[in-house]
């Protein structure tokens, strides 16, 4: 076993290719032997890091849950594969601590707006703390939408206490402006709450990688104009 501190250089690499398959091909389509010959190492050795597939996962997941923070890796090399039931476990304690949406939250429980300008600084900041959690953690909300498609139970975790809450959550709140008069809806709200998602996704989590709009303060812009401009807030209609 290799000494940590001589390791951490071959640690990261390994961490950073296999994030990056996981992203593209979801955690079952991913094989051992694909990251070791993306880091340029046999895939014996990359045993010596990590137990297997399951113990390499679960640290790719710490790592992007830990952004923008540090991430503290193991100091005991091989990382052991951890208990049945443990990434799930994890998954679920770290969505239900960081999914809040302040803005969202205050807009849901709070009263409604009095004008068309506080209507739409209001949708503003809904959709611009949107845009801010999914670049966050935009490296795990990757892993997951791959992941999610072979894998039924990552998929249910996802759905559950991500991407499906946050869409109900959004459709609460579209459905209340609309029906107080405040948005004009294109559609049903869980069409446009579905909509909005996967504009928010689409800038923050996959245009990032093509590097086509430029910076993520920029896509932001977007983001919140495009919405703030389909959704048309107006003054209640007496």
């Not at 909300?141 to 559950?160: F, H, Q, V, Y």
């Not at 991407?163 to 869980?190: I, K, M």
Request: glycine share 6%; charged share 25%.
């Amino acid at each position: 076993m290799p000494p940590v501190t001589e390791s951490e250089g071959t640690f990261t690499r390994i961490l950073d290719e296999a994030e990056a398959l996981f992203a593209t091909r979801g955690y079952r389509r991913t094989r051992l032997s694909e990251v070791a010959a993306a880091v340029g190492v046999s895939e014996p050795a990359l045993y010596r890091y990590f137990r297997g597939k399951d113990a390499l996962f679960e640290q790719v997941l710490r790592r992007a849950a830990a952004s923008p923070g540090p991430y503290e890796p193991p100091r005991k090399l091989p990382v052991p594969n951890p208990e049945p039931g443990q990434i799930e476990s994890f998954l679920r304690a770290f969505f239900e601590k960081s999914r809040r949406v302040a803005a969202l939250e205050r807009a849901l429980g709070g009263p409604a707006p009095c004008t068309p300008a506080e209507t739409r600084t209001e949708l503003a900041g809904v959709v611009g703390e949107l845009f801010d959690l999914a670049t966050r953690y935009r490296a795990g909300a990757r892993i997951m939408n791959a992941s999610a498609l072979e894998s039924p139970e990552l998929g249910r975790i996802w759905d559950e206490n991500v991407r499906g809450y946050l869409t109900r959550a959004v459709e609460r709140y579209l459905g209340r402006r609309s029906d107080e008069g405040l948005l004009v809806l294109p559609t049903a709200p869980s069409d446009a709450a579905i909509v909005l998602a996967s504009l928010v996704t689409s800038y923050a989590v996959n245009e990032a990688d093509l590097e086509m709009l430029g910076s993520a303060s920029h896509r932001r812009e977007v983001v919140v104009a495009s919405v703030v401009a389909m959704l048309e807030p107006r003054k209640v209609t007496p």
